[in-house]
C-alpha cells in the first residue's frame, strides 16, 4: 500500500502560480511512476504530469508548456509546479501513484490515489 497526501491548492488568479506538493508513504520502493491528475466538474479525471522511477517525465496537453514535475526522493514528495495558470486549470488535483507486477499470465497494476486539492483560477 501506498498513501499519498497532497497540499499547495488555494485561489489564484490568472497569470499566476501555484505548488502543488504530495508526500508518499509506505511501499514507495515499488512505484513505477507518480503524479498529478485533475478533475473539473463535469468532466474526466484526465492526465496532468507523471515522472516514473527513472526520471522520465510526461505531461498531458494543458500541462505543456506551463507545469513541471519534479520530485526529491529523500523526502518522497513529488512537485507540480504550475505557471500561467488559466480559469480552465480549475479542477480538484489528484496525487497518483501506481506500481505493476508482471508475471508468466500478465501484469497487474495497482494505484493510489490522494484526497485530492482545490485549485481555483480566477478571471
Known amino acids: 500500500q501506498v498513501q499519498l497526501v497532497e497540499s499547495g491548492g488555494g485561489l489564484v488568479q490568472a497569470g499566476g502560480s501555484l505548488r502543488l506538493s504530495c508526500v508518499a508513504s509506505?511501499?514507495?520502493?515499488?512505484?513505477?511512476?507518480i503524479g498529478w491528475y485533475r478533475q473539473a466538474p463535469g468532466k474526466e479525471r484526465e492526465l496532468v504530469a507523471e515522472?516514473?522511477?527513472?526520471?522520465?517525465?510526461k505531461y498531458g496537453d494543458s500541462a505543456k508548456g506551463r507545469f513541471t514535475i519534479s520530485r526529491d526522493n529523500a523526502k518522497n514528495t513529488v512537485f507540480l509546479q504550475m505557471n500561467s495558470l488559466k480559469p480552465e486549470d480549475t479542477a480538484v488535483y489528484y496525487c497518483?501513484?501506481?506500481?505493476?507486477?508482471?508475471?508468466?499470465?500478465?501484469?497487474?497494476?495497482?494505484?493510489?490515489w490522494g484526497q485530492g486539492t482545490q485549485v481555483t483560477v480566477s478571471s
Open positions: 497518483n501513484a501506481w506500481d505493476e507486477f508482471c508475471s508468466g499470465y500478465g501484469c497487474s497494476r495497482d494505484d493510489y
Open positions: 509506505g511501499r514507495t520502493f515499488d512505484i513505477n511512476a
Open positions: 515522472i516514473s522511477s527513472g526520471d522520465s517525465t
